[in-house]
C-alpha cells in the first residue's frame, strides 16, 4: 500500500536531497512519514494530531530546523 501513495517533501527542502522528511498527505487513517533518502525503507505511522502539533511547534520556533 505505502508504494500507491503520493509522496511530497517541503518546498523548504533544497534541490541536494539532504536530510528531508516525505509525507503521504492524502492517506486514511495515520499520517506515512518516511526519509526522503531511503524511499524503500522504513515507514512511520503518526497520528495527525501528533503531525499537526509537531509542524506547529515548528512554524512556532518551539523546534529549531
Do not use: H, Q
Not at 4 to 23: F, H, P, Q
Not at 46 to 63: E, H, L, N, P
Amino acid at each position: 500500500m505505502m508504494k500507491e501513495l503520493t509522496w511530497r517533501k517541503s518546498s523548504y527542502s533544497g534541490a541536494e536531497n539532504g536530510a528531508c522528511l516525505e509525507v503521504a498527505a492524502g492517506a486514511p487513517g495515520p499520517l506515512p512519514v518516511r526519509d526522503s533518502k531511503a524511499v524503500d525503507g522504513p515507514v512511520l505511522l503518526i497520528s495527525k494530531v501528533a503531525w499537526a502539533g509537531f509542524t506547529a511547534a515548528i512554524k512556532d520556533g518551539r523546534i529549531g530546523v
